[in-house]
């Protein structure tokens, strides 16, 4: 084989290869679009169930809620009736446990009032030094 046909077939061979790595780039930027896409597709999944997963949780709690609300209601209804039922007890039994007299305990104190000035002093300076 002579020369010129050697570098002629090493130029075809490196032209062969030179379109495969531009066929092989553009084949790996289109498989990273998939695997974008399919990321986003995948996060718009995961978005959608968290999505609904809350909206029955939200549901949930605003049946809980307006059945709370009702009971309220049902029960703000009800102390009419029983707080006049209620009212009369309570007020027996105080009168009952009261004693005849009223007893009134003192106490001596230990220290003389004058040493709750100094406490105050105390405490300013202590104020001040911070």
Known sequence: MSRSE????????????????LTLEQKEKN??????????????AEYKNGN????EAIARLEGKM???E??????????DTTATEEA???TTKTTQ????????????????????PETADKQKKKRRLF
């Open 6 to 21: 050697e570098l002629e077939q090493l130029r075809s061979k490196k032209s062969e290869l030179h379109e495969e790595s």
């Open 88 to 90: 009369p007890q309570e």
């Open 97 to 116: 446990e009261e004693p005849e007299e009223s007893v009134v305990t003192v106490t001596a104190l230990e220290e003389p009032m004058e040493a709750q």
């Open 66 to 68: 307006s059945e709370l």
């Open 70 to 79: 009702e009971r309220l209601k049902a029960i703000a209804k009800e102390p």
């Open 31 to 44: 498989l990273e679009e998939a695997v974008l896409i399919l990321e986003e597709k995948i996060s718009i």
């Open 52 to 55: 609904a997963t809350r909206k």
